[in-house]
Nanobody, 122 residues
Framework: QVQLVESGGGLVQAGGSLRLSCAASGRTFRYTMGWFRQAPGKEREPVATVTWSDEIKYYADSVKGRFTISRDNAKKTVYLEMNSLKPEDTAVYYC????????????????WGQGTQVTVSS
């Protein structure tokens, strides 16, 4: 089990940028890590995921070319760099950890952070 704490959310104008961080605590960080988001009235959806080795990354079509996921295993931290933000990116963003090698769906993740709010104004 791993504890996850997100930070970096906030209010930004459309076209702006934010960088989310997710710090993990626990004995190991050998997890596939993912960022998910949930907007009001909508289901939680995957945004980006990265394997332990940092070799395989997944991005939702809606964020490709704008968002970048990265990880620093020495610091047990995963990041989500978000550029060219749009109002439709407004959501609570969650960090999650999976024991699967490649995991892109929420049901594959067992440990979740509390979430951080991202609001993009038009």
């Amino acid at each position: 089990q791993v504890q996850l704490v997100e930070s970096g959310g906030g209010l930004v104008q459309a076209g702006g940028s934010l960088r989310l961080s997710c710090a993990a605590s626990g004995r190991t960080f050998r997890y596939t890590m993912g960022w998910f988001r949930q907007a009001p009235g909508k289901e939680r959806e995957p945004v980006a995921t990265v394997t332990w080795s940092d070799e395989i990354k997944y991005y939702a079509d809606s964020v490709k070319g704008r968002f970048t996921i990265s990880r620093d295993n020495a610091k047990k931290t995963v990041y989500l760099e978000m550029n060219s933000l749009k109002p439709e990116d407004t959501a609570v963003y969650y960090c999650a950890a999976s024991n699967r090698g490649v995991a892109t769906q929420s049901w594959e993740y067992v440990d979740w952070g509390q979430g951080t709010q991202v609001t993009v104004s038009s």
